[in-house]
């Protein structure tokens, strides 16, 4: 069955780093996208950004409100995505997911979450 | 304030068809197609629909999608308990090259 497994996730204060992992298992993992999303304390979901295969030039794309503070990157041969996150405001607060994806949006695997806290 | 519009609440008895609808604009849910999640507080999100009408393995067929112009919604016939429920759209957005979210309706089966 495909699993997603979120960690890294903790407090950090405000204008540090943090790099969220997420290995991946049964399934062909170089094969596709993934996926970064948020949930913030009582909010719904967020786009955070995602990465595409190799195969199609394995390039990024994120939600403005990250653009240019967080990366996206993959390991295919570790079966490892990776979030960092860099100048982190409070405002990035949340539980973030790792998915897969089958479409630019369409995410048809969700890990179980990690939550960030930034805060001083 | 999310791009795509959603009532925060609607609420339905056993068994009965409910209705959940999310409103956007040309440039994404009038030219691109539409996803649902169903979320439970302190579990993963599960992909309920996906391009505008399509049933994930596993999905029961009580759950289904439709889209016309720049609005889409989401029915739930036969509704049981355990549809109770956050249920977000979601869809790409070309003018924001993101994907965008509604905020939400929160389902209760009385």
């Known amino acids: 069955e495909v699993q997603l497994v979120e960690s890294g996730g903790g407090l950090v204060k405000p204008g540090r780093s943090l790099r969220l992992s997420c290995t991946a298992s049964?399934?062909?993992?170089?094969?596709?996208?993934m996926s970064w999303f948020r949930q913030a304390p009582g909010k719904g979901l967020e786009w955070v950004g995602f990465i595409r295969s190799k195969a199609y030039g394995g390039t990024t794309e994120y939600a403005a409100s990250v653009k240019g503070r967080f990366t996206i990157s993959r390991d295919d041969s570790k079966t490892i995505a990776y979030l960092q996150m860099n100048s982190l405001k409070t405002e990035d607060t949340a539980v973030y997911y790792c998915?897969?994806?089958?479409?630019?949006?369409?995410?048809?695997?969700w890990g179980q979450g990690t939550l960030v806290t930034v805060s001083s | 304030q999310s791009v795509l519009t959603q009532p925060p609440s609607a609420s339905g008895t056993p068994g009965q068809r409910v209705t959940l609808s999310c409103s956007g604009s040309s440039s994404n849910i009038g030219s691109n197609t539409v996803n649902w999640y169903q979320h439970l507080p302190g579990t993963a999100p599960k992909l309920l629909i996906y391009?505008?009408?399509q049933r994930p393995s596993g999905v029961p067929d009580r759950f289904s999608g439709s889209k016309s112009g720049t609005s889409a919604s989401l029915a739930i016939s036969g509704l049981q308990s355990e549809d109770e429920a956050g249920y977000y759209c979601a869809a790409w957005d070309d003018s924001l090259n993101g994907v965008v979210f509604g905020g939400g309706t929160k389902l209760t089966v009385l």
């Open positions: 049964a399934f062909t993992f170089g094969d596709y996208a």
């Open positions: 391009r505008n009408n």
């Open positions: 998915t897969r994806n089958i479409d630019v949006a369409v995410a048809d695997y």
